[in-house]
């Protein structure tokens, strides 16, 4: 089955989370022969070498100013051509902001089948299905993709393996696409303040709730954060408080996370808290209150004031780091 | 000017999932049903809009079955002029490319300025309406907005993406905008608006209305849900309580890098 990725860059850098897509593709794939990636950016031939560790043969790359910013109709017609010259079955993109901006307009536009955020994929004799989360997690549905030639599918970041195959030959083919012009135009991308990775794809992440009383205090867990590598978030009572950014925010109606590590701080554990991260692999409570339902889900809790735990656990961690 | 936005109807956020039929549908028996959250954003960006323009029309839009009329009405009641119930009687289980074809040709029908909607639905968590629809109408869309101005016939939007970045965009009318949390705060629909949006205008359209073929669209559902199931159980976690403060925290740490491994 021939699979075409498309990988994601920011600034010129690979994004982590496209090696889990390339190592994917190359699975369901079979062989390197059958896998392509698409990069699409200002100057990204560069990346080539990077992409040709995780089993692809082929890398097409669409560059020039246009393509410099992410806008959805550049891409999409990059894409567009990537498809229609390598006549894939499969493509796969990370279920980041852009893939799932990116994904289903060109699934419109192929009138192909659309399966996104997926925490499992399989192709049995070309059959695609795979395993979605719905109702931010409190259940999961297996799709089968059907009824078309072409099937679009996103994967949820941190879930699948990136591990490279090494067997790629990754040949480098410029592609030709003329921008649209006159329909959107990128005025500019205003850079958030943080280095950090974004919640979505962040592998360690450390929120604050309620509990934090302001935002001044936030400051204790980003001093733990940056001990962690990690990535703060916040819940919606902390948001709403004016403590954090909305971008911050976990739950319902914030993001989904799906960390290797969930450290809560003075958050209760409502429903639509967990619904946000409660795939985490592991979760780590805080909270004054036994009672608190956070720790129902917590692989390891603590009892006690977090103005207390999280700065011992800061010294602690510096400790054993060195 | 004319905006119509597109509402879906959604289990309320403290639902509890409960699978029936064999893990072959959810349970919808006890559920309450509420307009999906990022909805009530576009109406009201419709509303103020209309507000600021001083005459604009707001069509309230919906695919669903009957039950929908009401979350509708509750958005004529926040201010929308006229309703429109798309009946999905006859379309099962549709695909949300399927709703974006019946989106799309609703909007031909009626011919906006501008197109509203969520940017995710909190009960599939696509996000796919936004990006589908636009590309089916062949307009622009920005989806995940926080803030957007409209002068004349052009817009500008700002895209909330990934670690902070903001992604600004221009673009002309006609467009479909997908509303984030932080567009603006939803109005309470009162009792009483609620009352007098009854009277409203409100059509109710056939599939076929819209010069569609049900069977058609039926026969071309590219995702099917084959089953449900619940996610994984947790077991029950070790939980640390009335010892010293750095007591707790090495064990916990001991038990992050030693058992779980994750620091
Ligand atoms: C439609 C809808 C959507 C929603 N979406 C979201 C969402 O996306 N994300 C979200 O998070 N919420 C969401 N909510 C809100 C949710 O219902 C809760 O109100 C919110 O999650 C509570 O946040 P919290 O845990 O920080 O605050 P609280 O529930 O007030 O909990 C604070 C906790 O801190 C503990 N505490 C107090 N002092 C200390 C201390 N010194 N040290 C340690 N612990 C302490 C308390 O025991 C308590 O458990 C939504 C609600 C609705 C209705
Ligand atoms: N059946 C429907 N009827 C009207 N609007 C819908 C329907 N399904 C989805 N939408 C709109 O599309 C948005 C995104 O939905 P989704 O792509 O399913 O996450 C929702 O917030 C609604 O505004």
């Known amino acids: ?322 | 000017m004319k905006i119509l936005v597109f509402l879906k109807k959604t289990p309320d956020t403290e639902t509890k999932i409960q699978l029936s039929n064999n893990n072959s549908a959810i349970e919808s028996g006890d559920v309450k049903f509420i307009i999906n959250p990022y909805d009530e954003y576009a109406i009201e960006e419709a509303i103020q809009i209309k507000e600021r323009s001083g005459g604009a029309e707001v069509v309230i839009g919906s695919y669903g079955d009957d039950s929908v009329r009401e979350l509708i009405i509750k958005g004529l009641a926040m201010g929308g002029d006229r309703g429109l119930l798309i009946s999905n009687q006859g379309l099962a289980d549709a695909d949300s490319l399927t709703i974006a074809k019946i989106l799309a040709a609703a909007v031909k029908a009626e011919n906006p300025d501008l197109v509203l909607v969520g940017k995710q639905a909190i009960d599939d968590d696509n996000m796919h309406i936004a990006p589908m629809l636009a590309e089916l109408l062949g307009w622009a869309h920005v989806n995940v907005v926080n803030k957007l101005s409209i002068e004349g016939g052009n817009a500008t939007a700002e895209r909330e993406a990934e670690g902070g970045y903001v992604e600004v965009y221009k673009f002309p009318l006609p467009a479909v905008i997908g509303a984030n949390k932080t567009l603006n705060n939803p109005r309470y629909a009162a009792l009483p608006g609620i009352m007098k949006a009854k009277k409203k205008p409100f059509d109710v359209k056939k599939i076929s209305d819209l010069g569609l073929d049900q069977a058609q669209l039926q026969g071309k559902v590219k995702v099917a849900i084959k089953s449900y199931q619940y996610p994984p159980e947790k077991k029950a976690g070790q939980v640390f309580k009335g010892e010293g403060v750095d007591e707790m925290v090495a064990k916990v740490v001991k038990l992050l890098r030693e058992e779980a491994k994750v620091i």
């Open chain 1, 1 to 322: 089955m021939k699979v075409l990725v498309f990988v994601e860059q920011r600034e010129n850098k690979l994004k982590k989370s496209s090696h889990e897509a390339l190592a994917t593709a190359r699975k369901l794939a079979g062989s390197a022969s059958d896998v392509a990636a698409l990069v699409v950016g200002g100057s990204v031939e560069g990346l080539t070498s990077e992409i040709k560790g995780y089993g692809a043969d082929t890398v097409y790359s669409v560059s020039g100013n246009a393509f410099h910013h992410y806008n959805v109709l550049n891409y999409a017609a990059a894409l567009e051509q990537a498809i229609k010259t390598f006549a894939p079955k499969l493509v796969l993109a990370m279920a980041t902001p852009m893939g799932r901006d990116l994904l289903p307009r060109l699934a419109a536009r192929f009138d192909a089948g659309m399966a996104t955020d997926l925490v499992d994929i399989k192709n049995e004799n070309g059959t695609i299905s795979g395993t979605k989360p719905m109702y931010s997690g409190k259940c999961f549905a297996q799709l089968q993709l059907q009824n078309a030639e072409l099937h679009f599918a996103s994967l949820r970041p941190n879930v699948f393996k990136g591990d490279s195959t090494g067997d790629g030959n990754a040949q480098l083919t410029k592609l030709d696409v003329s921008p649209v012009t006159g329909k959107l135009e990128t005025v500019e991308i205003r850079k958030g303040k943080s280095e950090k990775a974004d919640l979505t794809e962040a592998s360690v992440i450390v929120s604050g709730g309620r509990a934090l009383g302001s935002a001044d205090a936030f400051s204790i867990l980003h001093e733990f954060a940056d001990t962690l590598g990690a990535t703060v978030g916040a819940s919606r009572a902390a948001v709403d408080a004016g403590f954090a950014p909305h971008d911050m925010q976990v739950g319902q109606t914030g993001k989904t996370v799906n960390p290797n590590l969930y450290f809560a701080a003075g958050i209760s554990g409502s429903i639509q808290h967990m619904a946000g991260m409660r795939t985490s692999k592991v979760i780590v409570a805080v909270n004054t209150d036994p009672e608190a339902p956070i720790f129902k889900i917590a692989n390891y809790g603590i009892v006690g004031d977090l103005f207390k735990v999280v700065p011992a656990m800061t010294k602690k961690i510096k400790e054993l780091r060195g």
